[in-house]
């Protein structure tokens, strides 16, 4: 199976600061990597999907690169709105799986 | 306006079955793949199952490949789980997904329904 080693497991950020949260893949994924925003209590929801694609009405303070086998989500100008947990997910093949996900914080 | 309503939780003992409902509607259902994913208390993210549009193709992960069994019933736009020999590792929060193609991400979620495995 692809292990997605996901770092930080939480940080804790300043209003209007820029953050970027890492997945490694164990192996090639290509650019099939999605990544997922998750409030408390709420389900996931899509923010990036094939590394770097920004999902319909998700804010362009968010973005997503690929660096190798390095996959990163930055989120520019931080907001009270982006605080949640964060998870990266890789769907190259099966089975699917997810990185352990990264709870963000704002101060 | 896309929607997924998951039914069917609740608490269950070990070896026991339990099956799940999703109900979908504001897109062509059986143009889409279709998954379920869980979610342990306190945990990350777990891929539990696909099901091509047509039904035909089913994929699992090893944790509950032979006890769990995706289905979907195209003209009433529903997808199920049915899970027997349920373990007390099986409960979790369970999310119904849209699934964009066969290797493909998850762009619409359910709002979850919780199962919980214990005597």
């Known amino acids: 199976d692809i292990q997605m080693t996901q770092s930080p497991s939480s940080m804790s950020a300043s209003l209007g600061d820029t953050v970027t949260i890492t997945c490694l893949a164990s192996q090639d994924i290509g650019n099939y990597l999605s990544w997922y925003q998750q409030k408390p209590g709420k389900s996931p929801k899509l923010m990036i999907y094939g590394a770097t694609n920004l999902e319909d009405g998700v804010p362009s303070r968010f973005s997503g690169s690929r660096s190798g086998s390095d996959y990163s989500l930055t989120i520019n100008s931080l907001g009270y709105d982006d605080e949640g947990i964060y998870h990266c997910?890789?769907?190259?093949?099966?089975?699917?799986?997810f990185g352990a996900g990264t709870k963000l914080e704002l101060k | 306006e896309v929607q997924l309503v998951e039914s069917g939780g609740g608490l269950v003992q070990p070896g026991r079955s339990l099956k799940l409902s999703c109900a979908a509607s504001?897109?062509?259902?059986?143009?889409?793949?279709m998954a379920w994913v869980r979610q342990a208390p306190k945990k990350g993210l777990e891929w539990v199952a696909t099901?091509?549009?047509?039904?035909?193709?089913?994929y699992y992960p090893d944790s509950v490949k032979g006890r769990f069994t995706i289905s979907r019933d195209n003209a009433k736009s529903s997808l199920y789980l049915q899970m027997n020999s349920l373990k007390s590792e099986d409960t979790a929060t369970y999310y119904c997904?849209?699934?964009?193609?066969?290797?493909?991400?998850?762009?619409?979620w359910g709002q979850g329904v919780m199962v919980t495995v214990s005597s």
């Open positions: 099901i091509s549009t047509s039904g035909s193709r089913t």
């Open positions: 997904a849209r699934q964009w193609g066969r290797q493909g991400y998850f762009d619409y």
């Open positions: 997910h890789q769907y190259y093949e099966y089975p699917n799986t």
């Open positions: 504001g897109f062509t259902f059986s143009n889409y793949y």
